[in-house]
């Protein structure tokens, strides 16, 4: 692959923020936290009627576009900021674009800027290390 810096990494796009993927996330991590689950409750937050998406699950869809980009294999490192929660029914879309291009022995690996924007406001923010060779 032949990247260079500034490339703009394709979007990858969740249409939809599933609760149903939110209630199995909270049980299969064993997640107290009602805000994930609870609709009603989240009344006294300001968003009744709605949940919150798990950060993890926030991050996964970044990763799906790392890896629809680079390859199942590719991410070396990654460090994000989780700055506004993503709600269900919402719908959200990961970019990246690639700041720097470091050949080594066996890898070439880029250094991109990550993000996850619901309505072209960043709720996700960070860097990505990524094997591109």
């Known amino acids: 692959m032949n990247v260079q ?15 149903a993927r939110m209630r199995t996330m909270a049980a299969i991590l064993r997640d107290p936290y009602s805000v994930h ?18 950060g993890p699950l926030n991050l996964g869809y970044v990763v799906n576009m790392l890896m629809a980009w680079a390859g199942p294999q590719c991410v070396r490192r990654l460090t994000v900021s989780f700055g506004h929660p993503v709600l269900d029914g ?24 990550i ?6 406001v960043p709720v996700v923010t960070g860097t990505a290390v990524v094997a591109v060779t």
């Not at 993000?115 to 072209?120: K, N, P, S």
Request: glycine share 12%; proline share 6%.
């Open 5 to 19: 810096v500034g490339d703009e990494i394709a979007p990858w796009t969740m249409a939809h923020v599933d609760p």
């Open 37 to 54: 689950w609870d609709s009603v409750a989240n009344g006294a937050l300001g968003i009744p009627g709605r949940v919150v998406n798990q």
């Open 90 to 113: 919402d719908h959200v879309v990961a970019h990246g674009r690639v700041t720097a291009v470091e050949p080594g022995a066996t890898e070439t690996r880029a250094t991109c800027d």
């Open 115 to 120: 993000w996850l924007d619901r309505e072209g």
